[in-house]
């Protein structure tokens, strides 16, 4: 007997957790050594004292009714089920506990055995663990074998709209989706069978369900706490809205990079097309003016040649009269020639934005009513031409020639498209545009001119108005039209900082709008035109710098021949050296404005540090490299383009020389 004694007191003192025997009246009868440590009392201060003085004081004169009535029904079970329980220690301090009461019989009388374990580690580790799981950044619920949610964290409260009283005890199927929530259980069942950490629904579109009935799109991962009939699933729901919005936004933009690259490409295809429409044009439209020059020269040298040599004599039908008015007819082709080639690339300098222009401060109706003759005379008896002008229309800035090739041209091409009479209208009026106004027209928004012409003929077809403004485009039979007439007024109207819109339908004719922005000077007065000056001679001592032999040796002749003293140069390097070496005054600066190694104008400005006082006048066809914004000429820039006539030059020179430039 006193060995099986020996051997339950030596496990009484192994015990981890403390153990009291507490007799009928109360008072502690036994303590082993994990009490007296956990209490902080000796052995000696424990027994005989009432087991209350290891009770909190705030429930320490509730604790005798507590005996009573585990004494009157002494079973083993835990102490106080449901409600946090506490211990004292003799410090005065208190610690939270797990206390377990079982009655045991002696020869003495019944005692009761209370087994108090210390609980503060997992208390702290269970806080420790509650903070993190309130501040995962994802909703986190556990879920048990009933599928009952017995855990939610603060993220799971805001993601899906209930209170956590409201969410604890519901089933796991009130956040899952109607069209889901039939077959939930047969997969929560089927993981609590295999609970290993896996994300749910691998490969699949999941969704969850607010407390609203929206529903919203997630990712879910599981795992198991604990085992057996106890273990708990936690599963870990992150809201991936933000992020499929972002990955949609990605795809969008690649997707929307991928067009615009398409796109461009696209468009490189179109202006090469373009390009190649453009030089085929050129060259055609060109080759038939060479053609006549070549074939008319020919025929000129050829009777010139006879006539220097006594031959052709032998055709008494053709007198040298006429042999000479036939020569005379021949260069006059070869004039002509030369005017509708100085007329097509002026065009197509228009068309590119790159002619000199000089606008003035003009009203619309103006120009239109100086026109209006000339209008009725293109346009013939069976044609009606109706004017609606708008009083006290806004001024514009603009050159007046380009304004009345505009008219002229939209004039023209509403004529050849009512072969059968119609009616053409010309409408001014102002408008104002807003932001949403002036983006139907890539403009900025503010105070515009609008003219619009409009006819009744044969309309044009979708395809057609998008091809309209295309350079050698026409829909008219070949040798009616060069193509360059809308492509010009286009050109015309973008470099004025306008736009232009075509509204068609086939059959019920046409309608061009063409918008101006307005200026607030007020328009120039028509300043009376100049005398023509009748002595173009001079003797002033002219610098002609062209590159191009031919038109230097022209220009040579012309200046020549008129009196003035020459000097020559084939580029600007050898300019510079023709100036230092010359003695003498140098009168004025003749030179092309774009040449090799070195531009008109650096020659001008490398001149000038050496002579002050020397005129300059650029010549050119291509004056980009002279032009400020919108097509205007620097200011103190005086230009004659190519090609000229000798009267023409010769006038400008002397302006230039008198310092009376004219525009």
């Given at each position: 007997m006193s060995a099986v004694w020996s051997v339950s007191v030596a496990l009484l003192e192994?015990?981890?957790?403390?153990?009291?025997?507490?007799?009928?009246?109360?008072?502690?009868?036994?303590?082993?050594?994990?009490?007296?440590?956990?209490?902080?009392?000796?052995?000696?201060?424990?027994?005989?004292?009432?087991?209350?003085?290891?009770?909190?004081?705030?429930?320490?004169?509730?604790?005798?009714?507590?005996?009573?009535?585990?004494?009157?029904?002494?079973?083993?079970?835990?102490?106080?089920?449901?409600?946090?329980?506490?211990?004292?220690?003799?410090?005065?301090?208190?610690?939270?506990?797990?206390?377990?009461?079982?009655?045991?019989?002696?020869?003495?009388?019944?005692?009761?055995?209370?087994?108090?374990?210390?609980?503060?580690?997992?208390e702290r580790a269970e806080a420790r663990f509650v903070g993190l799981l309130e501040a995962a950044?994802?909703?986190?619920?556990?879920?048990?074998?009933?599928?009952?949610?017995?855990?939610?964290?603060?993220?799971?409260?805001?993601?899906?709209?209930?209170?956590?009283?409201d969410l604890i005890g519901r089933p796991i199927e009130i956040l899952v989706p109607e069209a889901a929530r039939q077959g939930h259980p047969q997969h929560r069942d089927a993981y609590f069978g295999d609970p290993r950490p896996r994300p749910m629904g691998a490969h699949l579109q999941l969704a969850a369900r607010r407390r609203d009935g929206t529903e919203f799109p997630v990712e879910i991962s599981l795992s198991a706490l604990g085992t057996g009939p106890d273990t708990i699933v936690s599963a870990a729901i992150r809201d991936i809205t933000e992020r499929l919005e972002l990955q949609a936004e990605r795809e969008r933009l690649k997707a929307q990079a991928e067009r615009e690259r398409l796109q461009t490409r696209l468009h490189q295809a179109e202006r090469l097309e373009s390009l190649g429409q453009l030089a085929g044009g050129v060259a055609h439209d060109f080759n038939n003016l060479l053609a006549v020059m070549l074939n008319y020269t020919a025929f000129v040298a050829e009777e010139v040649a006879e006539l220097r040599d006594g031959s052709g004599d032998d055709r008494p039908s053709q007198t040298a009269h006429e042999r000479w008015t036939r020569l005379l007819n021949d260069i006059g082709q070869i004039r002509r020639a030369g005017e509708r080639a100085t007329e097509l690339t002026h065009q197509l300098l228009a068309f590119g934005r790159r002619e000199v222009v000089r606008p003035i401060v003009l009203d619309l109706n103006t120009v239109l009513s100086d026109v209006e003759q000339l209008l009725h005379r293109t346009l013939g008896e069976h044609i009606w031409l109706h004017s609606m002008l708008a009083?006290?229309?806004?001024?514009?800035?603009?050159?007046?020639?380009?304004?009345e090739q505009v008219i002229v041209n939209l004039a023209v091409n509403a004529r050849d498209a009512m072969p059968?009479?119609?009616?053409?209208?010309?409408?001014?009026?102002?408008?104002?545009?807003?932001?949403?106004?002036?983006?139907?027209?890539?403009?900025?928004?503010?105070?515009?001119?609008?003219?619009?012409?409009?006819?009744?003929?044969?309309?044009?077809?979708?395809?057609?108005?998008?091809?309209?403004?295309?350079?050698?485009?026409?829909?008219?039979?070949?040798?009616?039209?060069?193509?360059?007439?809308?492509?010009?007024?286009?050109?015309?109207?973008?470099?004025?900082?306008?736009?232009?819109?075509?509204?068609?339908?086939?059959?019920?004719?046409?309608?061009?709008?063409?918008?101006?922005p307005?200026?607030?000077?007020?328009?120039?007065?028509?300043?009376?035109?100049?005398?023509?000056?009748?002595?173009?001679?001079?003797?002033?001592?002219?610098?002609?710098?062209?590159?191009?032999?031919?038109?230097?040796?022209?220009?040579?002749?012309?200046?020549?021949?008129?009196?003035?003293?020459?000097?020559?140069?084939?580029?600007?390097?050898?300019?510079?050296?023709?100036?230092?070496?010359?003695?003498a005054d140098i009168d004025l600066l003749l030179t092309d404005v774009v040449m090799p190694k070195m531009l008109?104008?650096?020659?001008?400005?490398?001149?000038?540090?050496?002579?002050?006082?020397?005129?300059?006048?650029?010549?050119?066809?291509?004056?980009?490299?002279?032009?400020?914004?919108?097509?205007?000429?620097?200011?103190?820039?005086?230009?004659?383009?190519?090609?000229?006539?000798?009267?023409?030059?010769l006038d400008r020179i002397r302006a230039v020389l008198d310092d009376t430039p004219r525009d």
């Open positions: 192994a015990a981890p957790d403390a153990i009291l025997g507490v007799d009928e009246r109360g008072a502690i009868v036994l303590a082993n050594e994990q009490s007296v440590r956990m209490f902080g009392y000796p052995l000696s201060e424990l027994i005989g004292q009432p087991v209350e003085i290891l009770v909190p004081e705030g429930a320490r004169h509730r604790h005798p009714a507590y005996r009573a009535t585990y004494a009157a029904d002494p079973h083993a079970r835990p102490m106080g089920a449901g409600i946090k329980l506490a211990g004292r220690r003799k410090d005065g301090g208190e610690f939270p506990a797990e206390i377990s009461l079982s009655p045991v019989v002696t020869d003495t009388g019944r005692l009761t055995a209370v087994v108090v374990r210390d609980v503060s580690d997992r950044p994802d909703a986190i619920v556990g879920v048990d074998r009933a599928g009952l949610i017995v855990m939610a964290n603060a993220q799971a409260v805001r993601l899906f709209g209930y209170r956590r009283d009083v006290d229309l806004w001024p514009v800035l603009a050159d007046p020639g380009q304004i059968d009479g119609g009616t053409l209208q010309i409408q001014t009026r102002n408008r104002t545009l807003t932001t949403g106004e002036a983006s139907l027209h890539d403009l900025p928004p503010g105070r515009y001119v609008e003219m619009q012409v409009a006819d009744t003929g044969v309309g044009m077809s979708p395809d057609v108005i998008e091809r309209a403004c295309e350079p050698f485009f026409t829909t008219k039979p070949k040798g009616e039209g060069t193509g360059l007439g809308l492509a010009t007024i286009y050109g015309i109207v973008s470099q004025a900082g306008g736009a232009m819109r075509i509204a068609s339908v086939p059959g019920a004719g046409t309608q061009i709008t063409t918008l101006f307005v200026t607030d000077a007020q328009p120039t007065r028509a300043e009376a035109p100049c005398p023509e000056r009748r002595d173009r001679r001079g003797g002033e001592t002219v610098l002609v710098v062209e590159d191009e032999e031919a038109l230097r040796e022209v220009t040579r002749r012309i200046l020549d021949r008129n009196g003035y003293h020459v000097l020559t140069a084939a580029d600007g390097a050898e300019a510079v050296k023709v100036a230092d070496a010359y003695p008109g104008k650096e020659v001008a400005a490398q001149l000038r540090s050496s002579r002050p006082d020397v005129r300059v006048l650029f010549m050119s066809g291509y004056a980009q490299p002279v032009l400020a914004c919108q097509g205007t000429l620097d200011p103190g820039v005086v230009l004659i383009g190519k090609p000229f006539t000798e009267p023409d030059l």
